[in-house]
Protein backbone atom coordinates (compact mmCIF):
# COMPACT_ATOMS: atom_id res chain seq x y z
CA UNK A 1 0.00 0.00 0.00
CA UNK A 2 0.79 3.29 -0.46
CA UNK A 3 2.06 3.93 3.42
CA UNK A 4 4.40 1.37 2.74
CA UNK A 5 6.23 3.15 0.06
CA UNK A 6 9.68 5.25 1.32
CA UNK A 7 9.37 9.00 1.16
CA UNK A 8 12.03 9.17 -1.46
CA UNK A 9 10.63 7.28 -3.60
CA UNK A 10 8.31 10.63 -5.60
CA UNK A 11 9.70 9.83 -9.06
CA UNK A 12 7.18 6.66 -8.77
CA UNK A 13 4.41 9.36 -8.93
CA UNK A 14 4.98 10.08 -12.14
CA UNK A 15 5.58 6.72 -13.23
CA UNK A 16 1.90 5.04 -11.69
CA UNK A 17 -0.06 5.05 -15.13
CA UNK A 18 2.64 2.91 -17.00
CA UNK A 19 1.10 0.22 -13.58
CA UNK A 20 -2.35 0.67 -14.71
CA UNK A 21 -3.86 -2.16 -16.04
CA UNK A 22 -6.95 -1.74 -18.97
CA UNK A 23 -9.70 -2.87 -16.61
CA UNK A 24 -8.62 0.09 -14.17
CA UNK A 25 -8.39 2.91 -16.93
CA UNK A 26 -11.89 1.30 -17.99
CA UNK A 27 -13.13 1.23 -14.32
CA UNK A 28 -12.23 4.81 -13.87
CA UNK A 29 -14.00 6.10 -16.97
CA UNK A 30 -16.67 4.53 -15.82
CA UNK A 31 -16.71 6.45 -12.35
CA UNK A 32 -16.24 10.09 -14.56
CA UNK A 33 -19.47 9.39 -16.40
CA UNK A 34 -21.51 8.38 -13.57
CA UNK A 35 -20.26 11.74 -11.93
CA UNK A 36 -21.17 13.45 -15.47
CA UNK A 37 -24.99 11.56 -15.07
CA UNK A 38 -25.13 12.58 -11.19
CA UNK A 39 -23.97 16.34 -11.56
CA UNK A 40 -26.27 17.22 -14.96
CA UNK A 41 -29.94 16.90 -13.02
CA UNK A 42 -28.92 19.32 -10.18
CA UNK A 43 -28.93 22.39 -11.77
CA UNK A 44 -31.80 21.66 -13.08
CA UNK A 45 -34.12 21.95 -9.74
CA UNK A 46 -32.15 24.11 -8.88
CA UNK A 47 -29.90 27.38 -9.91
CA UNK A 48 -30.79 26.85 -13.95
CA UNK A 49 -34.80 26.33 -13.02
CA UNK A 50 -35.05 29.27 -10.78
CA UNK A 51 -33.50 31.40 -14.10
CA UNK A 52 -36.25 29.57 -15.83
CA UNK A 53 -39.12 30.91 -13.68
CA UNK A 54 -37.60 34.59 -13.20
CA UNK A 55 -37.75 34.80 -16.96
CA UNK A 56 -41.41 33.65 -16.85
CA UNK A 57 -42.30 36.24 -14.55
CA UNK A 58 -42.79 34.86 -11.44
CA UNK A 59 -43.25 36.21 -8.05
CA UNK A 60 -40.03 36.12 -5.67
CA UNK A 61 -42.20 34.07 -2.79
CA UNK A 62 -42.95 31.44 -5.57
CA UNK A 63 -39.38 30.94 -6.51
CA UNK A 64 -38.21 30.81 -3.01
CA UNK A 65 -41.05 27.99 -2.00
CA UNK A 66 -39.76 26.04 -5.37
CA UNK A 67 -36.58 26.01 -4.09
CA UNK A 68 -37.56 22.96 -1.45
CA UNK A 69 -37.93 20.69 -4.79
CA UNK A 70 -34.46 19.86 -3.43
CA UNK A 71 -35.66 18.37 -0.41
CA UNK A 72 -35.01 14.69 -1.76
CA UNK A 73 -31.28 14.89 -2.17
CA UNK A 74 -31.55 15.77 2.19
CA UNK A 75 -33.80 12.85 2.73
CA UNK A 76 -32.28 10.17 -0.16
CA UNK A 77 -30.93 7.58 3.18
CA UNK A 78 -34.87 6.67 3.45
CA UNK A 79 -35.51 4.87 0.26
CA UNK A 80 -31.22 3.80 0.01
CA UNK A 81 -31.94 0.31 2.05
CA UNK A 82 -34.52 -0.75 -0.65
CA UNK A 83 -32.05 -0.71 -3.40
CA UNK A 84 -29.29 -2.26 -1.56
CA UNK A 85 -32.44 -4.54 -0.53
CA UNK A 86 -34.12 -5.38 -3.90
CA UNK A 87 -32.25 -6.67 -7.62
CA UNK A 88 -33.59 -5.57 -11.14
CA UNK A 89 -33.76 -8.33 -13.15
CA UNK A 90 -31.54 -8.86 -16.52
CA UNK A 91 -29.06 -5.84 -15.70
CA UNK A 92 -27.16 -7.22 -12.55
CA UNK A 93 -26.84 -5.56 -8.77
CA UNK A 94 -26.99 -1.88 -9.11
CA UNK A 95 -26.86 -1.41 -13.37
CA UNK A 96 -30.50 -2.08 -13.27
CA UNK A 97 -31.24 0.68 -10.86
CA UNK A 98 -28.89 2.57 -12.87
CA UNK A 99 -30.58 2.62 -16.17
CA UNK A 100 -34.27 2.99 -14.47
CA UNK A 101 -33.04 5.82 -12.91
CA UNK A 102 -31.61 7.32 -15.69
CA UNK A 103 -34.50 6.77 -17.82
CA UNK A 104 -37.28 7.83 -15.32
CA UNK A 105 -35.12 11.15 -15.27
CA UNK A 106 -35.38 11.39 -19.01
CA UNK A 107 -38.74 11.01 -18.98
CA UNK A 108 -39.66 13.58 -16.33
CA UNK A 109 -37.34 16.41 -17.30
CA UNK A 110 -39.07 15.93 -20.98
CA UNK A 111 -42.42 16.24 -18.90
CA UNK A 112 -41.00 19.08 -17.16
CA UNK A 113 -40.27 21.14 -20.40
CA UNK A 114 -43.85 20.48 -21.57
CA UNK A 115 -45.12 21.79 -18.46
CA UNK A 116 -45.70 25.57 -18.37
CA UNK A 117 -44.12 27.41 -14.68
CA UNK A 118 -46.93 29.80 -14.79
CA UNK A 119 -50.27 28.24 -16.69
CA UNK A 120 -49.98 25.19 -14.12
CA UNK A 121 -47.28 25.99 -11.62
CA UNK A 122 -48.59 23.60 -8.84
CA UNK A 123 -48.38 20.42 -11.93
CA UNK A 124 -44.91 22.05 -12.21
CA UNK A 125 -43.61 21.89 -8.73
CA UNK A 126 -44.81 17.96 -8.01
CA UNK A 127 -43.06 17.35 -11.39
CA UNK A 128 -39.89 19.28 -10.29
CA UNK A 129 -39.72 17.19 -6.92
CA UNK A 130 -40.41 14.21 -8.88
CA UNK A 131 -37.13 14.97 -11.02
CA UNK A 132 -34.95 15.72 -7.87
CA UNK A 133 -36.91 12.50 -6.53
CA UNK A 134 -35.30 10.55 -9.10
CA UNK A 135 -31.79 12.60 -9.33
CA UNK A 136 -31.39 11.78 -6.02
CA UNK A 137 -32.05 8.05 -6.14
CA UNK A 138 -29.87 7.90 -8.95
CA UNK A 139 -27.18 9.80 -6.92
CA UNK A 140 -27.82 6.85 -4.47
CA UNK A 141 -27.26 4.18 -6.78
CA UNK A 142 -24.04 5.77 -8.35
CA UNK A 143 -22.74 6.35 -5.08
CA UNK A 144 -23.31 2.54 -4.46
CA UNK A 145 -21.71 1.23 -7.58
CA UNK A 146 -18.64 3.46 -7.42
CA UNK A 147 -17.94 2.32 -3.80
CA UNK A 148 -18.42 -1.96 -5.23
CA UNK A 149 -16.58 -0.83 -8.31
CA UNK A 150 -13.43 0.41 -7.46
CA UNK A 151 -10.76 -1.35 -5.01
CA UNK A 152 -9.15 0.78 -2.57
CA UNK A 153 -5.58 1.59 -4.18
CA UNK A 154 -7.87 3.24 -6.90
CA UNK A 155 -10.55 5.32 -4.74
CA UNK A 156 -8.41 8.05 -4.72
CA UNK A 157 -8.04 8.60 -8.62
CA UNK A 158 -11.65 7.70 -8.46
CA UNK A 159 -13.18 9.57 -6.53
CA UNK A 160 -11.21 13.09 -7.93
CA UNK A 161 -12.47 11.95 -11.71
CA UNK A 162 -16.04 11.21 -10.19
CA UNK A 163 -16.02 15.03 -8.93
CA UNK A 164 -14.51 16.39 -12.56
CA UNK A 165 -17.29 14.32 -14.18
CA UNK A 166 -19.79 16.21 -11.90
CA UNK A 167 -18.35 19.72 -11.93
CA UNK A 168 -18.63 19.11 -15.72
CA UNK A 169 -21.91 18.60 -15.74
CA UNK A 170 -22.66 21.42 -13.88
CA UNK A 171 -20.98 23.72 -15.74
CA UNK A 172 -23.29 22.35 -18.54
CA UNK A 173 -26.73 22.98 -16.92
CA UNK A 174 -26.03 25.48 -14.55
CA UNK A 175 -23.87 27.67 -16.54
CA UNK A 176 -23.67 27.57 -20.53
CA UNK A 177 -27.41 26.83 -20.54
CA UNK A 178 -27.82 30.18 -19.01
CA UNK A 179 -25.53 31.50 -21.84
CA UNK A 180 -27.41 29.21 -24.45
CA UNK A 181 -31.15 30.97 -23.10
CA UNK A 182 -29.22 34.68 -23.39
CA UNK A 183 -31.03 36.32 -26.20
CA UNK A 184 -28.01 38.78 -26.61
CA UNK A 185 -25.18 36.06 -26.68
CA UNK A 186 -27.81 33.80 -29.53
CA UNK A 187 -26.53 33.48 -32.91
CA UNK A 188 -30.27 33.36 -33.83
CA UNK A 189 -33.07 35.75 -32.88
CA UNK A 190 -34.57 34.65 -29.67
CA UNK A 191 -31.93 31.53 -28.97
CA UNK A 192 -32.70 28.52 -27.60
CA UNK A 193 -35.59 28.24 -24.89
CA UNK A 194 -35.34 26.62 -21.51
CA UNK A 195 -38.09 24.15 -22.28
CA UNK A 196 -35.64 23.09 -25.48
CA UNK A 197 -32.92 23.14 -23.25
CA UNK A 198 -34.80 20.47 -20.66
CA UNK A 199 -35.44 18.72 -23.77
CA UNK A 200 -31.31 18.11 -24.42
CA UNK A 201 -30.72 17.06 -20.53
CA UNK A 202 -33.51 14.39 -21.05
CA UNK A 203 -31.83 13.01 -24.49
CA UNK A 204 -28.29 13.49 -22.38
CA UNK A 205 -29.86 10.95 -19.74
CA UNK A 206 -30.86 8.96 -22.04
CA UNK A 207 -27.93 8.26 -23.52
CA UNK A 208 -26.77 7.58 -20.17
CA UNK A 209 -28.86 5.51 -19.55
CA UNK A 210 -27.78 3.35 -22.62
CA UNK A 211 -24.04 3.66 -21.68
CA UNK A 212 -25.23 2.13 -17.63
CA UNK A 213 -27.08 -1.01 -19.80
CA UNK A 214 -24.13 -1.67 -22.20
CA UNK A 215 -20.43 0.10 -21.04
CA UNK A 216 -20.65 -0.56 -17.23
CA UNK A 217 -18.60 -3.64 -15.92
CA UNK A 218 -21.10 -5.94 -13.60
CA UNK A 219 -20.62 -5.65 -9.81
CA UNK A 220 -21.42 -9.19 -7.89
CA UNK A 221 -24.51 -10.05 -6.10
CA UNK A 222 -23.81 -9.64 -2.41
CA UNK A 223 -26.82 -8.36 -1.12
CA UNK A 224 -28.31 -8.73 1.88
CA UNK A 225 -31.15 -11.07 1.70
CA UNK A 226 -32.01 -11.94 5.08
CA UNK A 227 -35.01 -10.07 5.35
CA UNK A 228 -38.37 -10.60 3.92
CA UNK A 229 -39.50 -8.48 1.18
CA UNK A 230 -42.71 -7.49 2.58
CA UNK A 231 -41.73 -6.40 5.80
CA UNK A 232 -38.90 -4.25 4.33
CA UNK A 233 -41.32 -2.05 2.41
CA UNK A 234 -43.44 -2.22 5.44
CA UNK A 235 -40.85 -0.88 7.67
CA UNK A 236 -39.97 2.03 4.99
CA UNK A 237 -43.65 2.86 5.27
CA UNK A 238 -43.26 2.86 8.69
CA UNK A 239 -40.47 5.07 9.05
CA UNK A 240 -41.73 8.33 6.19
CA UNK A 241 -44.59 7.82 8.68
CA UNK A 242 -42.51 8.96 11.61
CA UNK A 243 -40.50 11.43 9.48
CA UNK A 244 -43.87 13.01 8.82
CA UNK A 245 -45.23 13.07 12.45
CA UNK A 246 -42.10 14.47 13.72
CA UNK A 247 -42.52 17.43 11.03
CA UNK A 248 -45.46 18.68 12.19
CA UNK A 249 -45.04 17.72 15.95
CA UNK A 250 -41.53 19.83 15.66
CA UNK A 251 -42.94 22.63 13.22
CA UNK A 252 -45.52 22.73 15.84
CA UNK A 253 -44.07 22.60 19.47
CA UNK A 254 -40.17 23.27 18.56
CA UNK A 255 -40.70 27.65 18.30
CA UNK A 256 -42.51 28.58 21.66
CA UNK A 257 -40.24 25.39 23.39
CA UNK A 258 -36.98 27.52 21.84
CA UNK A 259 -38.28 30.52 22.85
CA UNK A 260 -39.07 29.54 26.11
CA UNK A 261 -35.56 28.44 26.67
CA UNK A 262 -33.86 31.29 25.13
CA UNK A 263 -35.93 33.77 27.10
CA UNK A 264 -33.99 33.97 30.15
CA UNK A 265 -30.62 34.98 28.12
CA UNK A 266 -32.17 37.35 26.08
CA UNK A 267 -33.66 39.33 29.16
CA UNK A 268 -30.67 42.45 29.20
CA UNK A 269 -29.45 41.17 26.01
CA UNK A 270 -28.01 43.62 23.57
CA UNK A 271 -29.11 41.59 20.48
CA UNK A 272 -31.41 43.41 18.28
CA UNK A 273 -34.89 41.39 17.35
CA UNK A 274 -33.71 39.97 14.57
CA UNK A 275 -30.90 38.31 15.83
CA UNK A 276 -33.04 37.24 18.49
CA UNK A 277 -35.28 35.40 16.21
CA UNK A 278 -32.42 33.62 14.07
CA UNK A 279 -31.09 31.82 17.02
CA UNK A 280 -34.54 31.03 18.27
CA UNK A 281 -35.43 29.26 14.70
CA UNK A 282 -32.21 27.82 14.63
CA UNK A 283 -32.84 25.99 18.45
CA UNK A 284 -36.08 25.14 17.26
CA UNK A 285 -34.43 23.54 13.83
CA UNK A 286 -32.07 21.38 16.56
CA UNK A 287 -34.46 20.47 18.92
CA UNK A 288 -36.86 19.00 15.83
CA UNK A 289 -33.72 17.00 14.27
CA UNK A 290 -33.10 15.57 18.06
CA UNK A 291 -36.76 14.87 18.46
CA UNK A 292 -37.30 13.16 14.98
CA UNK A 293 -34.54 11.17 14.51
CA UNK A 294 -34.96 8.92 17.49
CA UNK A 295 -38.51 8.46 16.72
CA UNK A 296 -37.72 7.57 13.17
CA UNK A 297 -34.93 5.04 14.85
CA UNK A 298 -37.90 3.80 16.92
CA UNK A 299 -40.12 3.28 14.13
CA UNK A 300 -37.58 1.10 11.78
CA UNK A 301 -36.82 -1.04 14.98
CA UNK A 302 -40.59 -1.37 15.80
CA UNK A 303 -41.40 -1.98 12.09
CA UNK A 304 -38.51 -4.41 11.48
CA UNK A 305 -37.13 -2.46 8.49
CA UNK A 306 -33.93 -5.05 8.82
CA UNK A 307 -32.04 -3.84 5.31
CA UNK A 308 -31.82 -0.69 7.39
CA UNK A 309 -31.17 -2.07 10.58
CA UNK A 310 -28.49 -4.78 9.29
CA UNK A 311 -26.87 -2.35 7.31
CA UNK A 312 -26.47 0.16 10.48
CA UNK A 313 -25.02 -2.79 12.13
CA UNK A 314 -22.90 -3.86 9.94
CA UNK A 315 -21.52 -0.35 10.07
CA UNK A 316 -21.40 0.13 13.95
CA UNK A 317 -19.65 -3.39 14.08
CA UNK A 318 -16.18 -1.87 12.79
CA UNK A 319 -13.75 -0.38 14.27
CA UNK A 320 -14.20 2.94 15.37
CA UNK A 321 -17.57 3.22 13.55
CA UNK A 322 -18.85 5.99 15.82
CA UNK A 323 -15.76 7.95 16.08
CA UNK A 324 -15.98 8.09 12.31
CA UNK A 325 -19.48 9.58 12.24
CA UNK A 326 -18.11 12.68 14.47
CA UNK A 327 -14.92 12.78 11.98
CA UNK A 328 -17.29 13.09 9.01
CA UNK A 329 -19.43 15.65 10.37
CA UNK A 330 -16.19 17.89 11.66
CA UNK A 331 -13.83 17.24 8.00
CA UNK A 332 -15.63 19.81 6.24
CA UNK A 333 -17.09 21.68 8.89
CA UNK A 334 -14.72 24.80 8.91
CA UNK A 335 -14.63 24.79 5.19
CA UNK A 336 -18.40 25.03 5.20
CA UNK A 337 -18.32 27.64 7.53
CA UNK A 338 -16.64 29.76 5.59
CA UNK A 339 -18.04 28.96 2.40
CA UNK A 340 -21.20 29.28 3.64
CA UNK A 341 -21.60 33.05 3.70
CA UNK A 342 -18.51 34.24 0.56
CA UNK A 343 -21.08 35.30 -1.63
CA UNK A 344 -22.66 38.19 0.42
CA UNK A 345 -18.69 38.44 1.80
CA UNK A 346 -17.45 39.15 -1.63
CA UNK A 347 -19.91 41.57 -2.71
CA UNK A 348 -21.61 43.59 -0.08
CA UNK A 349 -18.56 43.77 2.65
CA UNK A 350 -15.92 43.88 0.07
CA UNK A 351 -17.74 45.79 -2.32
CA UNK A 352 -16.23 43.31 -5.33
CA UNK A 353 -17.95 43.77 -8.76
CA UNK A 354 -20.06 40.90 -9.55
CA UNK A 355 -18.20 40.40 -12.76
CA UNK A 356 -14.91 40.62 -10.62
CA UNK A 357 -17.05 37.63 -8.31
CA UNK A 358 -18.55 35.49 -11.12
CA UNK A 359 -14.91 35.60 -13.41
CA UNK A 360 -12.60 34.61 -10.27
CA UNK A 361 -15.23 32.56 -8.22
CA UNK A 362 -17.06 31.01 -10.29
CA UNK A 363 -15.31 30.31 -13.84
CA UNK A 364 -11.71 30.48 -12.70
CA UNK A 365 -12.16 29.03 -9.38
CA UNK A 366 -14.46 26.27 -10.39
CA UNK A 367 -11.73 25.19 -12.86
CA UNK A 368 -9.07 25.05 -9.78
CA UNK A 369 -11.80 22.98 -7.85
CA UNK A 370 -11.49 20.60 -10.90
CA UNK A 371 -7.73 20.99 -10.42
CA UNK A 372 -7.57 20.43 -6.49
CA UNK A 373 -9.52 16.97 -7.15
CA UNK A 374 -7.48 15.55 -9.89
CA UNK A 375 -3.95 16.65 -7.83
CA UNK A 376 -5.13 15.40 -5.06
CA UNK A 377 -6.24 11.47 -6.30
CA UNK A 378 -2.88 11.48 -8.28
CA UNK A 379 -1.18 12.46 -4.68
CA UNK A 380 -3.05 9.90 -2.37
CA UNK A 381 -1.70 7.18 -4.86
CA UNK A 382 1.50 8.58 -2.86
CA UNK A 383 0.56 9.49 0.57
CA UNK A 384 -2.21 6.92 0.90
CA UNK A 385 -5.54 7.81 2.84
CA UNK A 386 -4.80 8.68 6.06
CA UNK A 387 -1.94 11.18 4.99
CA UNK A 388 -3.91 12.80 2.55
CA UNK A 389 -6.74 13.44 4.81
CA UNK A 390 -4.53 15.27 7.17
CA UNK A 391 -2.43 17.07 4.89
CA UNK A 392 -5.40 18.01 2.64
CA UNK A 393 -7.30 18.80 5.96
CA UNK A 394 -4.50 21.06 7.08
CA UNK A 395 -4.27 23.09 3.90
CA UNK A 396 -8.40 23.75 3.89
CA UNK A 397 -7.99 25.03 7.37
CA UNK A 398 -5.20 27.58 6.30
CA UNK A 399 -7.44 28.71 3.44
CA UNK A 400 -9.91 30.14 5.62
CA UNK A 401 -7.25 32.34 7.22
CA UNK A 402 -6.96 33.80 3.57
CA UNK A 403 -10.42 35.05 3.86
CA UNK A 404 -9.61 36.50 7.35
CA UNK A 405 -6.49 38.22 5.82
CA UNK A 406 -8.82 39.33 3.14
CA UNK A 407 -11.25 40.85 5.50
CA UNK A 408 -8.49 42.80 7.41
CA UNK A 409 -6.32 44.25 4.21
CA UNK A 410 -9.51 44.90 2.08
CA UNK A 411 -9.00 45.27 -1.54
CA UNK A 412 -5.88 46.58 -3.43
CA UNK A 413 -3.70 45.02 -0.86
CA UNK A 414 -1.90 42.67 -4.04
CA UNK A 415 -1.96 43.93 -7.46
CA UNK A 416 -4.37 42.66 -9.80
CA UNK A 417 -4.75 42.72 -13.54
CA UNK A 418 -7.53 43.84 -16.06
CA UNK A 419 -9.08 40.58 -18.03
CA UNK A 420 -10.07 42.14 -21.41
CA UNK A 421 -12.99 40.84 -22.71
CA UNK A 422 -13.85 37.40 -24.69
CA UNK A 423 -16.49 35.38 -26.38
CA UNK A 424 -15.57 31.77 -26.39
CA UNK A 425 -18.47 30.42 -27.96
CA UNK A 426 -19.84 28.79 -24.82
CA UNK A 427 -18.54 31.59 -22.28
CA UNK A 428 -18.32 35.71 -22.97
CA UNK A 429 -17.31 38.33 -20.87
CA UNK A 430 -18.92 41.69 -22.28
CA UNK A 431 -16.40 44.20 -21.00
CA UNK A 432 -13.43 44.54 -19.68
CA UNK A 433 -13.10 43.59 -15.97
CA UNK A 434 -10.54 44.35 -13.26
CA UNK A 435 -9.00 41.39 -11.21
CA UNK A 436 -8.07 42.13 -7.62
CA UNK A 437 -5.38 40.34 -6.53
CA UNK A 438 -5.84 39.60 -2.94
CA UNK A 439 -9.44 37.92 -4.10
CA UNK A 440 -7.22 35.81 -6.84
CA UNK A 441 -5.15 34.46 -4.37
CA UNK A 442 -7.75 33.44 -1.67
CA UNK A 443 -10.09 31.97 -3.72
CA UNK A 444 -7.24 29.98 -6.13
CA UNK A 445 -6.12 28.56 -2.41
CA UNK A 446 -9.42 27.72 -1.13
CA UNK A 447 -10.76 26.20 -4.16
CA UNK A 448 -7.54 24.17 -5.06
CA UNK A 449 -7.50 22.97 -1.08
CA UNK A 450 -10.96 21.76 -1.14
CA UNK A 451 -10.72 20.12 -4.44
CA UNK A 452 -8.09 17.98 -2.90
CA UNK A 453 -9.92 17.76 0.73
CA UNK A 454 -12.95 16.61 -1.44
CA UNK A 455 -11.44 13.71 -3.59
CA UNK A 456 -9.86 12.50 0.00
CA UNK A 457 -12.72 12.85 1.71
CA UNK A 458 -14.97 11.07 -0.88
CA UNK A 459 -12.62 7.79 -1.10
CA UNK A 460 -12.40 7.91 2.94
CA UNK A 461 -16.93 7.71 2.58
CA UNK A 462 -16.28 4.87 -0.01
CA UNK A 463 -14.00 2.91 2.48
CA UNK A 464 -16.21 2.90 5.36
CA UNK A 465 -18.74 0.88 3.29
CA UNK A 466 -19.86 -2.94 3.08
CA UNK A 467 -20.84 -3.81 -0.05
CA UNK A 468 -23.91 -5.91 1.16
CA UNK A 469 -25.16 -2.31 2.31
CA UNK A 470 -23.36 0.00 -0.06
CA UNK A 471 -26.28 2.47 -0.81
CA UNK A 472 -27.55 1.94 3.07
CA UNK A 473 -24.32 3.01 4.23
CA UNK A 474 -23.28 5.48 1.90
CA UNK A 475 -26.39 7.45 1.78
CA UNK A 476 -26.25 7.43 5.85
CA UNK A 477 -22.47 8.82 5.68
CA UNK A 478 -23.41 11.09 3.20
CA UNK A 479 -25.93 12.53 5.21
CA UNK A 480 -23.93 13.37 8.16
CA UNK A 481 -21.48 14.75 5.93
CA UNK A 482 -23.90 17.24 4.33
CA UNK A 483 -24.51 18.79 8.20
CA UNK A 484 -22.30 21.25 7.82
CA UNK A 485 -22.78 22.16 4.43
CA UNK A 486 -26.73 22.00 4.65
CA UNK A 487 -26.82 23.28 8.70
CA UNK A 488 -24.22 25.59 9.00
CA UNK A 489 -25.65 28.66 7.14
CA UNK A 490 -28.12 29.80 10.01
CA UNK A 491 -25.42 29.63 12.51
CA UNK A 492 -23.23 31.20 10.28
CA UNK A 493 -25.43 33.93 8.94
CA UNK A 494 -26.07 35.13 12.73
CA UNK A 495 -22.57 34.59 14.10
CA UNK A 496 -21.08 37.05 11.04
CA UNK A 497 -23.30 39.69 12.47
CA UNK A 498 -22.96 39.36 15.91
CA UNK A 499 -18.99 39.39 15.90
CA UNK A 500 -17.73 41.02 12.43
CA UNK A 501 -16.29 39.52 9.19
CA UNK A 502 -12.76 38.83 10.60
CA UNK A 503 -13.02 37.46 13.90
CA UNK A 504 -15.66 34.69 12.03
CA UNK A 505 -13.25 33.51 9.62
CA UNK A 506 -10.94 33.12 12.88
CA UNK A 507 -13.79 31.23 13.85
CA UNK A 508 -14.09 28.79 11.00
CA UNK A 509 -10.52 28.43 11.12
CA UNK A 510 -10.63 27.28 14.67
CA UNK A 511 -13.48 24.76 13.97
CA UNK A 512 -11.05 22.53 11.47
CA UNK A 513 -8.71 21.91 14.21
CA UNK A 514 -11.28 18.71 15.95
CA UNK A 515 -11.34 16.94 12.74
CA UNK A 516 -7.56 17.14 12.19
CA UNK A 517 -7.48 15.90 16.08
CA UNK A 518 -9.53 13.37 15.86
CA UNK A 519 -7.60 12.21 12.43
CA UNK A 520 -4.51 12.07 14.47
CA UNK A 521 -6.31 10.00 17.05
CA UNK A 522 -8.04 7.66 14.74
CA UNK A 523 -4.59 6.76 12.86
CA UNK A 524 -4.40 3.39 12.93
CA UNK A 525 -8.16 2.25 11.74
CA UNK A 526 -7.65 4.92 8.95
CA UNK A 527 -4.73 3.28 7.94
CA UNK A 528 -6.31 0.04 8.36
CA UNK A 529 -9.14 1.18 4.81
CA UNK A 530 -6.05 1.20 2.80
CA UNK A 531 -6.19 -2.31 2.47
CA UNK A 532 -9.00 -4.15 0.71
CA UNK A 533 -10.49 -6.76 3.06
CA UNK A 534 -11.68 -8.63 -0.57
CA UNK A 535 -10.68 -9.36 -3.85
CA UNK A 536 -12.08 -7.06 -6.56
CA UNK A 537 -16.25 -7.77 -7.21
CA UNK A 538 -16.20 -6.53 -10.90
CA UNK A 539 -17.90 -9.46 -12.90
CA UNK A 540 -16.70 -8.59 -16.10
Given at each position: ??????????????????????G???????????????????????????????????????????????L?????????????????????????????????????????????????????????V?V??????????????????????????????????????M?????I???????????????W?????????????????????????????????????????????????????????????????????L???F?????D????????????L???????LP?????????????????????????????????????????????????????????????E?????????????????????????????????????????????????????????????????????????????????????????????????????????????????????????????????V????????????I?????????????????????????????????????????
Amino acid sequence: MPDAQPRDAAPSLVRTPKHIDPGMLHRLAVVTVLGFASGLPLALTGQAMQAWLSLEGLDLATIGFLSLVGLPYTFKFLWAPLMDRFELPWLGRRRGWLVLTQLALAGTLLWLADTSPTQATRSFALLAVLVAFVAASQDVVIDAYRTDLLAARERGLGSSLSVLGYRLAMILSGGIALIWVDPSNASQPGGWTWPEVYRLMAALMAGAAVLSATALPRVLSVGDRSSVARQDLMGFAALLAAVAVGFVISDRFGPPIARALLAPWFEGSTLDAGLQRKWTELLALLLGLAFTLPLAAWAARAAKFQTLLNGLNSYFSQRGAAAFLAFIVLYKLGDAFAGSLMTPFLLKAMMFSPAEVGVVNKLIGLWLTIGGALVGGLLMLKLGLWRSLLLFGVLQMASNLGFWWLAVHGKGALPGFVLPPFDWGFVKLAQATDIDGGLLMVIAAENLSGGMGTAAFVAFLMSLCNQRFTATQYALLSAFASVGRVWVGPLAGVLAEAIGWPTFFVVSTVLALPALGMLWWLRDAVRELEVDSKAPTVDD
